[in-house]
């Protein structure tokens, strides 16, 4: 079974081949992040313009990378939300008039579905139940999942996603759009605990989480410094800040991890999302440890992260969750000419299909 898989939810195209055989034999990417770059942010009516004009070469480079044709293709998997409405119903219309072309079925995917079942893309994956972190750009949840479909929304952020609050401190860092990855980069070059900055919400009992007021704390430390060196931010001291971010940042997500885990039982743990490409959260989170009493022995965790190349946004993860759909018997849709996207879609609405 051959599935094609097509992500265009913000602003990356991507367009992916699995076969239930052989694996991902196919991924082609377009990323517009330079295009936007000049604008300081995602502008939705270029994403969606661009998408339009990306999905069919890299149809074509995936399809010769694979060394498939169209008509080898079983079925269409394709973001169906959340994200960008017109960049949502570009991939779609495109999906549907293809597997309409193809008389093949579609199937609509949950985009943060495609990156909590990412991990079962390395080599190496995990077992049912884990808890998922889903940590991106748009969301930061704890998911507990239990099969495929079978998924609970455990706690979130109730303000900025982990990403955005990386994009924003990135922002008015000075630093070039999207700077979460850059920010993350010069954070290896300050000095820890030169600057401190708060851990909203670690001691809140429960896996709610709050990231916006963290720029706030990082805006004051700035216009300080800046005071301080005649209104320039030199160098050493704004790694120094990236530095104390990316640790408060850090600190939240893994407090919050081990009490998911704690929660759960479960002793497994699955890192999915754009932020998962973070060093020091891969650090932390990969050597994670639980104890269920101060006394108790404390017990490893096995933790999973996406190959680094499938953190960021990708059309792989979408024709993998298509196939694990199908595979689990949910009814693929035929393609049609009235079809929906869900710009808003939360995850645990999906049913449980395991
Ligand atoms: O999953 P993703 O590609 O798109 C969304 O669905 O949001 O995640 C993108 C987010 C951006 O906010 C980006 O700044 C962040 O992931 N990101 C990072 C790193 N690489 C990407 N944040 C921290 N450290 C990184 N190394
Ligand atoms: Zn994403």
């Not at 993350?184 to 670690?202: N, Q």
């Not at 706030?216 to 050493?236: F, I, Q, Y």
Request: net charge neutral.
């Amino acid at each position: 079974m051959l599935v094609l898989g097509i992500e265009s939810s913000c602003d990356e195209t991507g367009v992916a081949l699995y076969c239930s055989k052989r694996g991902l034999i196919g991924n082609a990417l377009h990323t517009q992040m330079a295009m936007h770059a000049e604008y300081g942010g995602v502008v939705p009516e270029l994403a969606s313009r661009d998408h339009i004009r990306r999905l069919v070469p890299l149809t074509q480079a995936c399809l010769a990378e694979a060394g498939a044709a169209y008509g080898d293709i079983d079925a269409v998997a394709y973001t169906q939300g959340p994200g960008l409405g017109g960049a949502l119903l570009a991939g779609a219309s495109y999906a549907n008039a293809l597997a309409f072309a193809l008389g093949k079925p579609v199937l609509p995917v949950h985009h943060l579905e495609g990156h909590l079942l990412s991990p079962l893309l390395a080599d190496e994956r995990p077992e049912f139940p884990f808890v998922a972190l889903l940590v991106s750009g748009g969301h930061t949840q704890f998911m507990a999942v239990r099969g495929i479909g079978d998924y609970t929304l455990l706690g979130e952020s109730v303000d900025d996603a982990a990403g955005e609050a990386f994009d924003k401190t990135a922002k008015l860092l000075g630093l070039p759009y999207p700077g979460g990855a850059k920010l993350s980069e010069l954070a290896r070059l300050g000095t820890p605990d030169a600057f401190s900055f708060p851990r909203p919400m670690l001691h809140s009992h429960d896996l709610q989480m709050s990231f916006s007021g963290l720029k706030t704390a990082v805006l004051t430390a700035v216009e300080k410094a800046r005071a301080a060196h005649g209104g320039s931010l030199p160098n050493s001291v704004r790694n120094d800040i990236c530095r104390a971010f990316q640790d408060a940042v850090c600190d939240v997500l893994v407090h919050k991890a081990r009490r998911a885990l704690l929660q759960t039982g479960y002793r497994t743990l699955v890192v999915a999302g754009g932020v998962g490409a973070n060093w020091k959260l891969r650090a932390e989170l990969g050597s994670l440890k639980v104890k269920t009493a101060p006394k108790a022995p404390a017990e490893a965790v096995r933790t999973f992260f996406p190959p680094l190349p499938l953190c960021t946004d990708n059309g792989a993860m979408i024709a993998f969750a298509g196939a694990m759909r199908l595979q689990h018997q949910v009814q693929a849709a035929q393609p049609a000419a009235a079809f929906n996207v869900r710009p808003r879609w939360p995850l645990d609405e999906l049913v449980q299909t395991a």
